[in-house]
């Protein structure tokens, strides 16, 4: 078990994402001490991604010689406690050792779960404690991580916890899962740009169309971009995709009992253009709101740090 905010020991927390890895050693209080950065490479099967990985670890531990363990948050599918990445979005890699590769490598301790899990611990345990949460991130895709008496929920086997799958309509949009009508296909940021797309298809003379014949093509971003001008029509589909984002929060906020729902990802630096309608629907859609009470709509506090700062952390608990 973790030591309670004594700041003495030290852990390395990696974050591999799509196009970055990030590495830093972090304190049990979650501050940074020293961080590196390096692209994910352009080949990202794992004999490369694990090659970066060790490099970032050989350098960070000269640095700091005293590190007691190693976590990683790693997007994409992880089984748990045995560090298997599985499978993952935006890199070759398949049935990926992480593991027990950077054991033997390093000696020392190591962790590996799915980013937005160990984000989720971060967000739960720093700044404004909440033992009991839901993270939302809401990216390209909708991510997310439950934390129950201050532990990630994994499910058996670490492959709990999918919360941008839940099904908001079986009639709707495709997702990029194969599915249809998930959360993630109503309020992520392919969402939002499914929706430009329309708008733009609808009023050819827009701020949006025009943007995007500007701009080599409508997606999320063109709403940010015209959103940022006072355009009306990208007001209607923030209010709309946050909306969204509501049902699926008020959904998750019904079956479980939480003392916060944190929102991250890219668009929440929006803020209230998304966060307010979110609210509203979750309000809305709230079971039992006079016995139950709402959960707080908060933005996340850690931003991008989260991922590599949570890996710490879980990498201190078990060691
Ligand atoms: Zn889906």
Redesign the pocket.
Known sequence: MAGTATGGRTAIGLDVGGTKIAAAVVDERGTILKELTEPTPAESTAEAVTAVLQRLIEQLRTAHDDVVAIGVGAAGIVRWPEGVMLWAPNNAYRDWPVRAQLEEFSGLPVRVDNDANVAALAEARLGEPYPNMVLITVGTGIGGGLVFDDRIYRGPTGMGAEL??IILNPDGPR?????HG????YASGTALGRMAREAAEDDPDGLIARLGRENGGVTGHTVLQAVEQGDETAKVLFGRLGRWLGVGIASLANIFEVEAVVVGGGLVETGDLLLGPARIAAREYAYAPTARGIAPIVPASFGGAAGMIGAALLAMDDS
């Open positions: 941008g799958h997702c990029g899962c194969g599915n998930c959360f993630e296909a």
